[in-house]
């Protein structure tokens, strides 16, 4: 796979699908920065267990939604591993911050889902960038495409928008950076146990699950972190360097 001695930076990495990425990178060889923004042990768990593969790691706190967090992020990064080849755009903040249906959802609690998808990969991608090679540099957004499509869930309208705000972003960053052999790319992984699925109301948890199980997905199953790192590992690989946006 030829991912061994690489750095990556996984954001929303203590625990769920960040834990899922960075500990399949961390298998294949990848050292990891396990960011995390009020989950401090978690993040401490997480990076033992980087640790324990025998790679290199460090956490770092930072609140995406903040600019200023970000560039201090990228600062400590380039400090403590001096270079980045893998970043995966993956944090969100937890549902009470964002979750509201269209007629009652709030400003604060629009920004809080747009600054931390939107916003957060903008400033990230520009930041990740220059600290990448000029080929092989992967940058991966976690999505979930299907929620801005048909508004049929209506409590996630703010981070629907803010998704598929994220999703087109990515396609003009894989244009602009594609001149460097840095390919961007976005991994939809629908509903996965152990994610903001599992933290909504039991009612609703167990009909996404039972969707999954009757055949609304072909492998009649919900989908796992490990799932999702390994899909990230597959398009970290230079394998996969024709593959962007």
Not at 88 to 114: G, H, K
Not at 124 to 132: D, E, G, I, N, W
Not at 170 to 196: E, K, M, Q, W
């Amino acid at each position: 796979m030829a991912l061994q001695g690489k750095y990556a930076l996984i954001t929303g990495s203590s625990r769920g699908i960040g834990r899922g990425i960075a500990l399949k990178l961390a298998e294949r060889g990848v050292n990891v920065a396990v960011h995390y923004h009020t989950q401090a042990e978690s993040a401490r768990e997480t990076l033992a267990q980087v640790h324990a593969q025998g790679v290199k790691g460090i956490s770092i706190q930072a609140d995406v939604t903040r600019p200023d967090d970000i560039n201090r992020m990228f600062d400590r990064l380039k400090r403590e591993f001096g270079r980045l080849d893998i970043f995966v755009s993956n944090a969100r903040p937890e549902l009470a911050a964002f979750y509201q249906p269209p007629m009652d959802i709030t400003l604060d609690q629009w920004n809080a889902a747009l600054d931390s998808q939107a916003q957060a990969f903008l400033l990230s991608a520009q930041a990740a960038s220059p600290l990448m090679p000029d080929s092989g540099g992967r940058i991966i957004a976690i999505s979930y495409s299907p929620s801005g499509r048909t508004g049929s869930w209506q409590p996630w309208v703010a981070m629907g928008a803010a998704k598929a705000a994220q999703d087109a972003l990515v396609r003009y960053f894989a244009v602009a950076l594609g001149r460097r052999g840095i390919t961007v790319n976005v991994i939809s992984p629908g509903a996965t146990d152990d994610s903001v699925v599992g933290r909504l109301p039991a009612e609703v948890f167990q009909a996404i699950k039972s969707w999954h199980e009757s055949g609304w997905t072909p492998m009649r199953r919900m989908g796992t972190p490990a799932d999702v790192g390994n899909a990230v590992s597959l398009l970290c690989m230079d394998e996969a360097s024709f593959i962007t946006g």
